[in-house]
């Protein structure tokens, strides 16, 4: 089967660093992507990973591990508009998103 | 480039009605994807359309439906509305070339509250 998990939640505090984790399992993959969701918006791109590693994109990076069905998403230099839900979704064998619940990240001054 | 609109924002409507959303992708996007999402349960898949034929079906009753016309707009339908079937609707697009993973951009929602 298919499923994919990320915590509901995560408390952290402006300026400092933050790792949202995000595993999965599958037997098709086609990469994973990570959004951004502010309250009462549209999801909106974040990264997108498809070999291991890491790509990095100014504050933000994502890894991901093929053989483990593993991502996260790195944020760092915190600020408070990154207050938002964050969403993991990896590409199915028939190219449909699978995505996790998301995670909704608080930020404290 | 235009992104993503949907029409009705928010709509109101009455357990048993039916309801049509509305939604026009990114220009030269063929696909459009469909889905529900509710507090704690995150993006829930309706389907996908892709040229005028649905592609992909999430895990919905019949009463949900769908159609895309030949200029790449989207419709969604749902028929004898339920209590459960309040919540955001996303509409998004993709250029999806045939075999490659594209992002997915997506509009507003339309929010509907089913009394």
């Known amino acids: 089967g298919q499923n994919i998990d990320q915590p509901t939640e995560m408390t952290a505090t402006e300026g400092a660093i933050v790792q949202i984790n995000c595993t999965y399992q599958t037997s098709g993959f086609n990469g994973l992507f990570w959004y951004q969701q502010h309250a009462g918006e549209a999801p909106t791109f974040l990264s997108y990973n498809v070999l291991d590693g890491l790509e990095e994109k100014g504050r933000f990076s994502s890894f991901l591990s093929r053989s483990k069905g593993y991502s996260y998403l790195l944020l760092k230099e915190l600020q408070m508009k990154d207050s938002a839900s964050y969403l993991c979704a990896f590409s199915d064998s028939n190219y449909q998103l699978i995505w996790g619940a998301g995670t909704k990240l608080i930020i404290k001054p | 480039k235009a992104g993503v609109t949907q029409t009705p924002r928010y709509l109101i409507k009455t357990r048993g009605q039916q309801v049509t959303l509305s939604c026009s992708p990114i220009s030269g996007h063929r696909s459009v994807s469909w889905y529900q999402q509710t507090p704690g349960q995150g993006l829930q898949f309706l389907f996908e359309?892709?040229?005028?034929?649905?592609?992909n079906k999430g895990n919905f009753p019949g009463r949900f439906s769908g159609r895309q016309f030949s200029n790449s707009r989207s419709e969604m339908n749902v028929s004898t509305l339920e209590l459960g079937d309040s919540a955001l609707y996303l509409c998004?697009?993709?250029?999806?070339?045939?075999?490659?993973?594209?992002?997915?951009?997506f509009g507003p929602g339309t929010r509907l509250t089913v009394t």
């Open positions: 359309y892709f040229s005028e034929t649905q592609r």
């Open positions: 998004a697009s993709s250029p999806d070339l045939q075999g490659v993973t594209y992002e997915q951009y």
